[in-house]
């Protein structure tokens, strides 16, 4: 009996946490969709209303919102809480300090750290203002700050340093990196897996594979630190890259046994670094156990292998995998796609790309910015400049993914440009520019100067040519100045 009601008790407890859960902070943020109109909308709602949360919800809350990269919200959120007496701890000092790095700037995230109470400032916070100076590159601050962390004996881990050697590697001074080794060997550091990776990264960039392979075995001899898949994969990719592919196969069969938990990436990883070691067998063998391992396999998956199939000339294969995908995908992703669509185009097969993209379009999926790029490549480097424009117009009018800008490269301007100039065809240049104009938010003089040359080139004039370069603030070349006279005749 007691059992009984002691069951009843905890099912009635389980069905209030869930009704609570479904109504929780995070949950009515998300309601609309992840866009930030909807955040900022679901969350300005929230916070008008004056509803009480736990201080966990808040928590979790700021855990989505910044994973989603909704940083102005997070921060929103955050402050909006402080200001309701909800207490900051030393953690939540430090993911406040990180949010307005990311929405105000560094400065803001500096000014923040000053006002902070002595107390609120231990390895978190220190921590957290170092961690924004590694990201935004900035060396001199990030290794001042580290050496303060270090006079304050504040107890740091193998994360600062990893930190720090991100930043050489992306600044392109990865032989800086032997002496922070050093220095964490010295301080008594103990090196993570991370750690060991970048380590290997950093002498490969120098050229000096046989210090990666010292690296390797300290590791080995250390004990402490067994390596994972991701340090073979890394270890075959610096062989691959050295042209050493029988050392860079056995380092991918060190790499399979480490992938015991059947890790979709270790897989994917296997594919790519294989397939550069112009391996076609073991690509294939690979792909059969992945797709053992995975029977529902994944859109991202059929993209690695097609490209791979793509990179190692095995059309007919491609093809074969695209079909496989194509009749049992829920999804029809345009990426897929492309990958042949790419193909037929660098073949030369211009009839089964566009017929491939028709496919695409009939099963729902509109062409992308890449695939209007791939079929730009082709027209240009054909010679077929109306329809390399035309393509253009469709990639600008379609954008980037991400919701971003597809602007055209300076050398497809600058190609473009240059044909106009040749043909003297001042109505088809003043057509390109219009639709750069809807990419860009100024026309610089890599657009002005060719264009000026055209209407010189055909004969023709234009009066209003001097307010447009004005209105631009364009500053001509000599020679091209001289031309203007030419061709503003007023």
């Not at 103990?190 to 990666?212: C, E, F, H, Q």
């Not at 190692?312 to 897929?336: H, M, N, Q």
């Not at 469709?394 to 497809?412: E, F, Q």
């Not at 040359?453 to 209003?464: L, N, V």
Request: charged share 30%; hydrophobic share 40%.
């Amino acid at each position: 009996m007691a059992f009984m009601q002691q069951f009843r008790k905890t099912k009635s407890v389980t069905k209030r946490g869930n009704k609570y859960l479904e109504e929780a902070l995070y949950k009515r943020l998300f309601k609309e969709g992840s866009s930030e109109v909807s955040v900022r909308q679901q969350l300005n709602q929230f916070l008008k209303s004056k509803k009480r949360v736990y201080k966990w919800e808040v928590g979790h809350s700021l855990k989505i919102l910044r994973h989603r990269n909704r940083f102005y919200p997070a921060l929103k959120l955050s402050e909006a809480m402080a200001e309701r007496g909800m207490n900051k701890t030393v953690s939540d000092h430090a993911i406040h300090l990180d949010l307005i790095a990311k929405a105000r700037g560094i400065a803001a995230a500096e000014a923040y750290f000053v006002d902070l109470p002595e107390t609120s400032k231990n390895h978190l916070t220190y921590g957290a203002l170092f961690n924004c100076y590694c990201k935004e590159l900035m060396t001199e601050k990030a290794e001042a700050l580290l050496e303060k962390m270090n006079e304050l004996k504040l107890g740091l881990t193998s994360m600062p340093y990893n930190s720090l050697m991100t930043l050489y590697t992306k600044t392109g001074q990865p032989e800086k990196i032997p002496a922070i080794i050093q220095e964490m060997k010295a301080c008594d550091i103990m090196p993570d897996s991370y750690t060991y990776n970048v380590w290997m990264r950093a002498l490969a960039a120098v050229g000096d594979i046989s210090g990666v392979e010292r690296v390797i075995d300290e590791m080995k001899r250390d004990g402490r630190i067994v390596g994972d898949w991701t340090t073979y994969s890394n270890l075959a990719s610096i062989y691959v890259d050295a042209g050493l592919f029988e050392k860079a196969e056995s380092a991918l069969k060190e790499l399979e046994k480490r992938n015991a938990c059947r890790d979709l990436s270790a897989f994917q990883f296997l594919i790519t670094l294989y397939g550069r070691t112009g391996n076609l067998l073991e690509v294939y063998r690979v792909w059969r156990s992945l797709r053992l391992a995975f029977p529902k396999t994944a859109n991202i998956s059929y993209l690695n292998m097609i490209q791979v199939l793509v990179n190692l000339k095995d059309i007919p294969g491609a093809e074969k995998c695209f079909r496989e995908w194509e009749s049992g995908c829920s999804t029809y992703d345009i990426r897929v796609a492309n990958v042949l669509i790419g193909a037929y185009a660098k073949a030369g097969l211009l009839e089964k790309a566009e017929e491939l993209k028709e496919r695409a379009r009939r099963r729902g999926t509109k062409p992308n910015a890449k695939t209007w790029e791939i079929f730009l490549d082709y027209y240009l480097k054909n010679g077929e400049i109306k329809s390399a424009v035309d393509c253009v117009d469709n990639a600008v009018s379609t954008g980037r993914g991400d919701g971003g800008k597809w602007i055209p490269s300076p050398d497809i301007i600058r190609h473009l440009m240059l044909q106009f100039e040749q043909n003297k065809d001042v109505e088809s240049a003043e057509g390109f520019v219009e639709i750069v104009k809807k990419a860009v938010d100024e026309i610089g003089v890599e657009i002005f100067e060719p264009l000026i040359r055209t209407y010189a080139a055909s004969g023709k004039t234009s009066p209003i040519m001097r307010r447009r370069l004005k209105m631009e603030n364009v500053e001509l070349s000599e020679e091209c100045k001289k031309l203007l006279d030419v061709v503003c005749v007023e």
